[in-house]
DNA sequence: AATGAATGAGGTTTCATTCAT
DNA sequence: CATGAATGAAACCTCATTCAT
């Protein structure tokens, strides 16, 4: 038993091994700037190795992509379903971890967006691409997590009900993935004027929570 | 002189027609995707001349994303200056050519995007990166023509005052960009509850003027 | 004993349970478009086993072809020791076999193609290539067989006796040979002009039966 | 005008170059057992430009197979037009090129067989498969002049007219064809016996010949 | 100025074979 | 005995770039 274990074991070793490798490499240098001849070399490990291991450069890079998004749905998961339960109070809890999975994981997010720039061809049911409709399904339920926060608020009355709950979820989607894509001038325009990319970031969700909030709370409410 | 005129004349031609080959094959595949082959054949010319006019792929690349962001900048000179001149105004028309431009140029937004991507080594002074800095300088400008807009405004008191302009400005710039990625599952939610476009759009846009505009006129004007 | 027995015929199971995998794959693909993966997956074992049983995949395809060759050798033996003893009736025995081999086990006919076809170094006594002078072997000895049967039929007077038995005998085994090898393109022309295959090889085999027999009798005989 | 007709003769001639230098391999050692790398080097010439000029190893080999097949037809023409024009004395025209052919080109030959033994996938009509319709069409070509031959042959009384003419002209095909295949083991008896191959094949032929003559000129005529 | 042939490094992938367990 | 992970050479092919003309 023991040493069928520790061959299972070795085995993963060796997988996380390469797909950390790769993913480091990835996070760098993109998707196409990576060869597998680097991935192997940083693994220290021969390439022939690393197509045992994963039937293509694709596929490595698919699982990795998968990693990060499990990854933040985990986060979400657990961000929601501890702490303040009350409508703002789980919206500010996604909020958080939207930041926070930006901040700790900018790798994953930005392999996420080269998976998603339409440079891979996704939908043909080609077969063993599992890891695709993997990561299509938990960017889909991520999705449906915000439609129903704001859904509930909405019902509550916390939110703002001059919106269709689809259309509100699908901007505060926009706004927040926005403070995500950091983009690199905006990092440049706060260091020049000293500004801390904490506070700005509070502001930032701030402002995203007020429309998210009922403004015109006397205002009869809508039909859709 | 009208020989060297002609030749100068058409040295030009070459040039343009080079460069929208190169452009609208960019535009749908990539940067990494497109090959000088592709592009030579495109533009009906011999790989050489392509080779003969520019460098490199990387500039023939960084020349097309100038064009696209003299262009945007262009777009934004001239929304700014023609029409209502108040300050909501302004940044009514600032948020219309954003829309406008990401709508009718997506292609340069894409390559925007990739150059600013971390993909491309820009800041090694190697030699003859006019372009990059060209590009970099844009990009600094728009930044400050928002900052101005807003600075402006809250100093009229149409804007909120509880936030420095940069600060503002930055948010601001953050909110309106991302409408401009028009990230694919975005699109699918869209399409999947029969919601147009054009009306999310504008909803989206008069959440960001309501959270421009003084939310709370009789606080007490901050310092900061 | 029986401990030992057991194990014996164990090996010789998993022996006939590689080979067979490997046969029908060849069979499907032929040598080259093979690999050994495949076999060891066909035939449900690791990789490393078939090495251990097989020096080499060429060790392997050898023994299968070696299979084959005996296969037909002793088709042919059965054939002419058993039914119609005069001289046309052996030679028309061994017809019937060919074509009877050559239809049922197209696969080893079509191995046994590739491995005279010089795509395989078999003269150098390198080593253990017993399977190689094996196959050699059963060629020659069928070569003498028909050279037998037209031997003893010449000097019965029932076959032509204007040519040498060695000569004969090779000219015969072309033409029987040459059945077997089912030209795709005849196949077509077959089947555009509705002719059965079977009334065809009818036909062929009496036409070569014609050649081997007597055709000018009263000729005198002639010297070689 | 020298100066492009310089240029097209260069190509041309590195054409021929790669083709003969490819030619020599695949000739010696078969399609599978040949390299891109080796035919580069063989033709002193780096890989690239070997793709330069042929997009794939399949398509170099095509042509020259191509090549090969256009060569045999033509010597089939020529000798069908010239000489003795009786209906026998085109059919010997006829043995003797496809014995000739083999002689001469006998790369050619194996390579033909290589191309016609299922190893490449030919009906797909991917596109730029130019070659081998070609291939195909020559192929079908020369069955269609034998037919013709022997179609004339029966109509005049000379050939055997108890089998259809197709009928008649595959079986003939089959045995010439079957010559052309100098099973190496026919060799090895050839020379164990001390036979000549020239005076085998010449019996060889006149076989063929008695086989397509009418044997029974008084048995009445079929109809089929 | 323009061409396009030539290059060769580098990319992904396959595969027979070895070897520690 | 049997395993299957590991290897690394070699396969096919791409592509940015150079250069003689």
């Known amino acids: 038993m023991t040493i069928a274990d520790r061959k299972e074991r070795e085995r993963e070793e060796r997988r996380m091994q390469i797909i950390s490798s790769a993913e480091s490499l990835f996070f760098q240098n993109g998707y196409d700037q990576v060869s597998m001849d680097q991935i192997a070399r940083n693994a220290e490990l021969s390439k022939g190795t690393i197509f045992f291991y994963f039937k293509n450069k694709e596929a490595l890079f698919f699982i990795i992509v998968l990693q990060g998004i499990r990854l933040f749905h985990q986060m979400v998961i657990e961000a929601i379903n501890s702490g303040d339960m009350s409508d703002i109070g789980r919206f500010r809890s996604l909020s958080t971890v939207v930041v926070r999975f930006s901040r700790e994981y900018p790798g994953y997010l930005s392999l996420i967006r080269q998976f998603k720039s339409g440079r891979f061809t996704i939908y043909n049911s080609d077969s063993e691409k599992d890891e695709v409709t993997e990561i299509i399904w938990y960017t889909d339920e991520m999705t449906r997590i915000l439609e129903e926060i ?53 502001h930032y969700l701030e402002l995203v929570e007020s429309v998210i909030c009922s403004p015109y709370p006397n205002k009869e409410k809508q039909v859709y």
């Open 150 to 202: 704001i859904r509930k608020g909405i019902q509550n009355g916390s939110f703002r009900s001059d919106l269709s709950p689809v259309e509100l979820a699908i901007i505060i989607k926009i706004m927040l993935y926005s403070i995500m894509d950091k983009h690199p001038e905006i990092q440049w325009t706060l260091t020049e004027h000293g500004i801390k990319e904490d506070v700005l970031i509070n």
